[in-house]
């Protein structure tokens, strides 16, 4: 059975810092293009950041320079870090994993940025 379970989220002010974690059980986690998505309210899932098996790194354009994506093959664990977080940051923040046809999602977790 395939879980990835997701941790680190909450309320931060404006400025401040999280870091999201996702830990994979079930798959071959050195396989898989790992990656983080985020979903505000009305909006459309949108990507934030992944990180291939190779430790090749996408970032968007939005969340640039101050999110960083990284991963932890020993321990099948994918990493969100967030710093300079604004209040257009606030979304539910899934974690997600690809490999070939198989793709799987996190239960997501939320994350507010509020004064």
């Known amino acids: 059975q395939v879980q990835l379970v997701q941790s680190g989220g909450g309320l931060v002010q404006p400025g401040g810092s999280l870091r999201l974690s996702c830990a994979a059980s079930g798959i071959t986690f050195s396989l898989y293009t790992m990656g983080w998505y985020r979903q505000a309210p009305g909006k459309q899932r949108e990507l934030v950041a992944t990180?291939?098996?190779?430790?090749?790194?996408n970032v968007a354009d939005s969340v640039k320079g101050r999110f960083t994506i990284s991963r932890d093959n020993a321990k099948n664990t994918v990493y969100l870090q967030m710093n300079s977080l604004k209040p257009e940051d606030t979304a539910v923040y899934y974690c997600h994993a690809r490999f070939s046809a198989l793709d799987y999602w996190g239960q997501g977790t939320q994350v507010t940025v509020s004064s």
């Open positions: 990180i291939t098996s190779g430790g090749s790194t």
